[in-house]
């Protein structure tokens, strides 16, 4: 009993200082990076607080998402200063309760005019979002949106060439932030980035914006490389193909398609909490004395990406 319980001890130990050595090899930066926070300052150009925003116009994307292009408040001319990707939160009162949802626009942000957003018709519930009124607002109605400020990507907002290669991942409409983002890269004639997209959905069907992904392919075969997951596929054998695959993601399939990490590559997560908290981990939110909203940082590396050493590799990994 006593050489077993020794033999337990030594494993505790020889386990806690196999962890204090695996945190002591993951770079300063990166810890700089975990430790930072996720939103940069507002820039001048870029009002604060809640406008109201007309819809201009709506396009049906999947059998319970639409496409909705809203007009921005005269004291907006785009949203070229908040970069990519971008992001607002939505405001409205419904059945005696206040609602609000963030949002990630989809348009390009240097848009005049305009910004377009990738809306999941959600059913109303109490202390829901949004999704259900949005996708039922006719041309001319008006609802209150909030832009926030930059997201930062590392410690400043993405710039043209600053990483050699961008992974995006994503499910359900976590995917809007990240084709933003891939739209600027892609619509830049100065960028030489690489994109690989990994993005899981339900079924054929609730694929959001498959024209983007499919002229992307065809486009740019040599920069942008792309993998849809769908858990529920009408025709599994039809789908197993070169892009497609039968699942959620999960560490297996990121061990296949995931890049090697390097200290020049971004990571951008995007999902349900759950989502994050399997491939990344969630943000870390800290309450502030005398402040009505908690900083909220990007907070440690998590999940499978933490498995597969994203961050002992230097790999900039945001969480969005």
């Known amino acids: 009993a006593f050489v077993a319980v020794s033999a337990l001890i030594g494993y505790k130990i020889s386990v806690s200082r196999s962890a204090e050595a695996a945190d002591e090899e993951v770079p300063a930066f990166v810890r700089e990076i975990e430790n930072s926070e996720a ?37 907006v001319t785009s949203l070229v200063a908040l970069g990519a990707p971008s992001s607002l939160k939505a405001a409205r009162e419904i059945a005696g309760e206040k609602l609000s949802k963030s949002y ?16 999941k018709r959600y059913p109303f519930r109490v202390g829901g979002g949004l999704g ?10 008006e609802i209150d949106m909030m832009l926030k400020p930059p997201r930062n990507m590392g ?63 065809t486009e740019k075969p040599d920069r942008f490389i792309s993998q849809t997951f769908l858990s529920r596929p009408k025709n599994a054998t039809a789908w197993v193909a070169p892009g497609g695959e039968v699942g959620r993601i999960d560490l297996k399939f990121l061990e296949q398609y995931l890049p090697t990490p390097s200290r020049d590559m971004l990571v951008v997560v995007c999902g349900t909490d759950e989502f994050l908290e399997d491939v990344s981990g969630m943000k ?19 999940g499978y990406l933490k498995t ?3 961050d002992v590799n230097g790999a900039t990994v945001m969480k969005l």
């Open 284 to 302: 870390v939110k800290t309450k502030i004395p005398g402040q009505s909203h908690p900083k909220k940082s990007v907070g440690p590396l998590k």
């Open 132 to 141: 259900a009124f949005l996708c039922d607002m006719k041309p001319g109605d």
């Open 308 to 310: 597969l050493r994203f």
């Open 155 to 217: 410690l400043v907002p993405y710039s043209r060439n600053r990483f050699k290669t961008v992974v995006l991942l994503g499910a359900g409409t976590g995917v809007a932030p990240l084709l933003q983002l891939a739209k600027v890269i892609f619509e830049d004639p100065l960028e030489t980035t690489t994109v690989h997209l990994l993005f899981g959905q339900r079924t054929e069907d609730d694929r959001l914006l498959q024209d983007r992904v499919d002229r992307w392919t």
């Open 104 to 119: 990630s626009p989809v348009s390009h942000p240097s848009a005049e005019g305009h910004l377009d957003l990738l809306v």
């Open 39 to 75: 939103y940069g300052e507002y820039p001048e150009s870029i009002p604060r607080g809640y406008y109201p925003y007309k819809l201009l116009d709506s396009w049906d994307v999947s059998p319970d998402s639409k496409l909705l292009r809203y007009q921005l408040p005269k004291e």
